[in-house]
């Protein structure tokens, strides 16, 4: 609201005459003075109540999208901020949405999937930029995560080392920049385990269904008496819906058969038979919004949020076919999610929904 009455003003000042007109520059080089203080400055986390705080860095897919961004899900437990995988334009959309990435306590992978890693490179460089970071982000996540953490150090180290030239050690200390992994595993036979404990927050990892993808894991956070799972991307399991019993929200991914299965025939009918295949092969692994919705009800959580959406919904009367009968499978609150959306848990009790980027 307070950008378009700014828009606004501005444009009435410039069509009140050729006087004002001339006054453009000063006009819009005074807006800017304004919203780069108050983007620099942002900072969401001091106004959250106590309590958990689900933040959607990032509700797209692979799929182009204009309006998403790669998988992120940001949470913030008791003033810390955690980072749920990270895709293409997540650093972006987490500064928009006043979430600064020099507030990042930690990272966890689902899983090692392109759309879900794409984004860790920048958001490292913007952290160790913007907090004069002394050591790496710490980097959770199954067998690989060595793999990842070494890989992007060695993909930025030619920039590293121009940045600490140019900008100085005391900006950008060295050893500051990258990721120090920290591998996890569930014993064989258990469905979860325990991979963060500090200052009242839990965070368990639960194993779940991506195959042929592996490892592949949701995670559930516990905090001052409220709870959050997150499915990452996960066919409809049975572990999860166990890990998730009594949470007071559920993030799932979701996508829709049907209309992955016009974008299938649409393909072969363009003739491009490789990527009609992925559109068939996609759903094997993937959570539909009914089934979705029937793990809510039978975990009986007390929101529903779905993320990761496949395929794009550029119009909201799509919203209608993508849900399906999910509606009608789960009655508490089920939400298609938006980058810029917060679903705040206060410890007090209750849950609210409302977005930073409107």
Known sequence: ??????????????????????????????????????????DVISELPDGLTAAFCGTGSPLPDRTRAGPCTAVIAGGKLFVFDAGDGATET????????ARIDAVFLTHFHSDHIDGLGGLAVQRWATSAATAPIPLYGGEGVERIANGLREAYALDTGHRIAHHGAAVVPPGGEGYTAHRFTI?????????????GVRITAIRVDHGPVRPVF?????????????????????????AAQG?????????????VGIMEANARALNQAGVAQIFHDIPDYHTSPEEAATLASEAHVGALALTHVIPP?????????????????????????????????????????????R
């Not at 987490?94 to 990435?101: F, I, K, N, Q, Y």
């Open 1 to 42: 609201m307070k950008r378009m009455l700014l828009g606004v003003l501005l444009i009435a000042v410039l069509a009140a005459g050729a006087g004002f007109y001339v006054m453009r520059d000063t006009i819009a080089l005074s807006l800017f003075r304004r919203a780069a203080q108050e983007g620099l400055v942002a």
């Open 94 to 101: 987490l500064a928009r949405m006043g979430l600064p990435v």
């Open 187 to 199: 014993a064989e036979g258990e469905d979860t385990a325990l991979v963060y404990e500090a200052d």
């Open 218 to 242: 949701g995670y559930r956070v516990d905090y001052a008496g409220r709870s959050l799972v997150i499915s990452g991307d996960t066919k409809a399991s049975e572990a999860l819906a166990r």
């Open 247 to 259: 949470a007071d929200l559920l993030i799932h991914e979701a996508l829709d058969p049907e209309l």
């Open 313 to 357: 919904l550029p119009i909201t009367i799509l919203e209608g076919p993508f849900l399906g009968d999910a509606r009608q499978l789960y009655d508490g609150p089920l939400w298609i999610m938006r980058d810029g959306d917060l679903v705040i848990l206060p410890a007090s009790g209750g849950i609210e929904r409302r977005n930073t980027l």
